[in-house]
T-cell receptor
Framework: TQLLEQSPQFLSIQEGENLTVYCNSS?????LQWYRQEPGEGPVLLVT???GGEVKKLKRLTFQFGDARKDSSLHITAAQPGDTGLYLC????????????WGAGTKLIIKP | GAGVSQSPSNKVTEKGKDVELRCDPI?????LYWYRQSLGQGLEFLIY????????KSGLPSDRFSAERTGGSVSTLTIQRTQQEDSAVYLC??????????FGPGTRLTVT
C-alpha cells in the first residue's frame, strides 16, 4: 500500500518567518501535487511536479520533487497570514492515472 | 467559467435518516470524484466516475453509501440510515484528461 507522510502535522509561526513542509514516501510517484485548503473550502491545486529534482516557484512558495520521485517539499519564504491553511500533498501512480494517494496534511497558522 | 458546485453546503440530519448530496462538476470534465474529510484531516477516497465507464466504488465504506452520475454530469451521493460516524465534510472534485482535480466547497454533514 502506498502512503504519503506529511510533516509536521501542525505548524504555527510568526509572520515573516520561513518554513518547510515535507511529504515523504517509500514509493515512487509519477507526479505529485500540492493543494492548499482554507476553512470551509475545498482544496485548491497549487502545483504539480512530474520530474525528479524539479523545482517550481510560485511567488514566495518553492516546491521541490525529490530526485527519486519519492518525496517533495514546500518552502515558504517570509510567511504571511494569508498563507494560513491546510497544505495537502497528493501523489499519482502511473499504474492508476486517476486515483491520488493523499497525505494527511499540514495545518499551518501564520500569526500577524 | 463556473467551478465545481455542491449542495447543500450544510446538512444536519438525525441518525437513521437518508441524505442526498449533490455535485455539479465543471462543464466538460469527464472525471468526477467523491471524497470524505474528517475535521482537519486528509482526504478519504470514496468513488470515481469516468465518462460512461463503470465507476470505481472501492472507497465506499459500507453498502449504506451509493452514488450515481446522470448524463455524465451531475452526481448524487446517497447515504442511507446515517450514523454519527458519517459526520464529515463530503468533497466533490472533477478533472479533464489528467490527474489535476478541481474541488467544490464541500457539504458539511452532521448526524445527530
Amino acid at each position: 500500500t502506498q502512503l504519503l507522510e506529511q510533516s509536521p502535522q501542525f505548524l504555527s509561526i510568526q509572520e515573516g518567518e520561513n518554513l518547510t513542509v515535507y511529504c515523504n514516501s517509500s514509493s515512487v510517484f509519477s507526479s505529485l501535487q500540492w493543494y492548499r485548503q482554507e476553512p470551509g473550502e475545498g482544496p485548491v491545486l497549487l502545483v504539480t511536479v512530474v520530474t525528479g529534482g524539479e523545482v517550481k516557484k510560485l511567488k514566495r512558495l518553492t516546491f521541490q520533487f525529490g530526485d527519486a520521485r519519492k518525496d517533495s517539499s514546500l518552502h515558504i519564504t517570509a510567511a504571511q497570514p494569508g498563507d494560513t491553511g491546510l497544505y495537502l500533498c497528493a501523489g499519482s501512480n502511473s499504474g492508476s492515472n486517476y486515483q491520488l494517494i493523499w497525505g494527511a496534511g499540514t495545518k499551518l497558522i501564520i500569526k500577524p | 467559467g463556473a467551478g465545481v458546485s455542491q449542495s447543500p453546503s450544510n446538512k444536519v440530519t438525525e441518525k437513521g435518516k437518508d441524505v442526498e448530496l449533490r455535485c455539479d462538476p465543471i462543464s466538460g470534465h469527464t472525471a468526477l470524484y467523491w471524497y470524505r474529510q474528517s475535521l482537519g484531516q486528509g482526504l478519504e477516497f470514496l468513488i470515481y466516475f469516468q465518462g460512461n465507464s463503470a465507476p470505481d466504488k472501492s472507497g465506499l465504506p459500507s453498502d449504506r453509501f451509493s452514488a450515481e452520475r446522470t448524463g455524465g454530469s451531475v452526481s448524487t451521493l446517497t447515504i442511507q440510515r446515517t450514523q454519527q460516524e458519517d459526520s464529515a465534510v463530503y468533497l466533490c472534485a472533477s478533472s479533464f484528461a489528467g490527474v489535476e482535480q478541481y474541488f467544490g466547497p464541500g457539504t458539511r454533514l452532521t448526524v445527530t
